[in-house]
């Protein structure tokens, strides 16, 4: 029933343009999983940085300067929190991708049961 829905969907389109507009999706979901991924290593890679960091302070170091400037960073990293947004309007995280899957499941099944009462009014 589903698949029947989806074809109804494309139809009148032609396969090219059905065809298109699949892999054009599939291209764009790529792009944006990658990003996402990518600023998930980066935040991953600031929490290693930061037990790397409290290990040399709490290991013996010979020169206090080190010490303190180690210390001086542990700071700056412990009070900043690496959040990329889009233009300020939403972060780009996994928050991100789970929110757009359900946006496209949500319209499908809508468009799916309006196809489905276009055909029963018919």
Do not use: P
């Not at 010979?62 to 400037?69: F, R």
């Not at 700056?76 to 929190?81: A, I």
């Amino acid at each position: 029933m589903l698949v029947r829905n989806i074809q109804k969907l494309f139809y009148g389109y032609g396969v090219k343009s059905a065809v298109f507009n699949l892999l054009w999706l599939g291209v764009h979901s790529f792009l944006m999983v990658n990003i996402i991924l990518s600023i998930k290593g980066l935040v991953d890679e600031l929490d290693k940085t930061k037990d790397i960091v409290n290990n040399l302070i709490n290991s013996q170091t010979d020169s206090m300067e080190i010490a303190n400037q180690l210390t001086l960073f542990r700071g700056e990293l412990s009070h900043k929190s690496v959040k990329i947004t889009g233009c300020g309007l939403f972060t780009l995280d996994s928050s991100l991708l789970i929110s757009a899957c359900h946006t496209t499941v949500t319209y499908l099944v809508i468009l799916c049961q309006l196809d489905e009462r276009a055909i029963k009014n018919n």
